[in-house]
């Protein structure tokens, strides 16, 4: 099945004036957000310096050999290849990256990274990063289930930055996995006047806001411009889960690889929606509802800390896929 590489190489040559930038674009560029733009796009929020696809292409393809060596969990043949045909695809030549922040603090144990890009003009569009290959990264996540996470803050102050700097443009806010979390939360958080500038917000599988942790009526100002996605064997983005209208798409691997939005299904510019999620992950699902609901704020902070301190301090700071990763 078709899915967002076949969609660039389809209708890469079509510009946002001959068709819209749609719900794959907006993907697109999120999956473009876990290629290591730290290296090249400009942390300047003004969006005075930029980087282009091609810019951002080029040096992938110059330095593949070494992302894959040393980072083969974040980096992948299909992501180089995929931002290869990005940076040849005339629709994105126009788009101009900036503001590129990525920080990993094991300090407050935080994870993030986001950038922005102007589709034209009057439109840009704030990405945050999902969870990279570090064992902080993925502390944080597990964190979210008793407390407000660093990544949050920083998504919230991240956002507040950059709408203060661009006025009188309109904003897509997305990420996927932790991403869409932080946009959420972001979103839901900021002041009245940012978020009325702010159009639509992509949740693509990722968390909700947890209810015993943060007032979820605050969702109630964003609800109708979120656009949750998630694939037919859903589970990261059922935790926390409290938006009613999902939209789910068929995807290409199994249970729980479909997280990996690449595998997402596309029949020509629209995504292969379904009608519900596969029963085995509702299944799945419904057991890990029970177990959040049988444990307290309290244990889960000490489930989690015991459970990654205990790693961390044993040396590994990332996942074993990885050359960096190294125990002692």
């Not at 660039?8 to 930038?21: A, I, L």
């Not at 704020?297 to 301090?313: A, C, M, P, T």
Request: overall charge negative; proline content about 3%; some cysteine.
């Amino acid at each position: 099945m078709k899915n967002m590489m076949n969609y660039v190489q389809e209708f890469g040559k079509d510009t946002f004036d001959e068709r819209p930038f749609s719900e794959i674009d907006a993907l697109v560029l999120t999956e473009l957000g876990y290629s290591p733009l730290e290296e090249i796009v400009s942390s300047d929020m003004s969006g005075k310096e930029f980087s282009t696809v091609e810019e951002i292409a080029h040096h992938m393809g110059e330095n593949a050999e070494r992302l894959l060596r040393d980072n083969p969990m974040m980096i992948t043949q299909e992501r180089v290849d995929l931002t290869q045909e990005i940076g040849k695809a005339k629709r994105y030549q126009s788009l101009k990256f900036f503001g590129m922040k990525s920080e990993v603090d094991s300090d407050i144990t935080k994870q993030f990274a986001a950038f922005t890009v102007e589709i034209n003009p009057n439109v840009r569009i704030v990405i945050y990063r999902g969870t990279d290959e570090t064992l902080i990264g993925w502390k944080e996540d597990f964190m979210m289930s008793f407390s407000v996470i660093p990544a949050q803050k920083f998504a919230l102050d991240f956002l507040k930055q950059v709408i203060s700097r661009h006025p009188n443009t309109d904003f897509i806010v997305g990420g996927h996995s932790k991403g869409g979390n932080l946009a959420i939360y972001s979103c839901a958080m900021c002041d009245e006047l940012f978020r009325d500038r702010i159009t639509t917000i992509y949740n693509n599988d990722g968390p909700d806001l947890c209810d015993e942790v943060i007032d979820t009526d605050i969702m109630n100002a964003i609800k109708n411009k979120i656009i949750k996605i998630v694939p037919d064997f859903c589970v990261v983005g059922m935790i926390f889960n409290n938006t009613k209208n999902i939209k789910v798409v068929k995807a290409d691997n199994i249970a729980f690889l479909q997280h990996d939005i690449l595998n997402w299904n596309c029949i020509r510019t629209n995504f292969e929606y379904v009608d519900d999620i596969n029963k085995d992950a509702g299944k799945f699902n419904s057991f890990v509802d029970k177990v959040l609901e049988n444990t307290d704020l309290s244990k889960r902070k000490e489930y989690v800390n015991n459970f990654f301190d205990k790693i961390i301090e044993s040396g590994t700071t990332r996942l074993p896929w990885g050359k960096n990763n190294h125990t002692t």
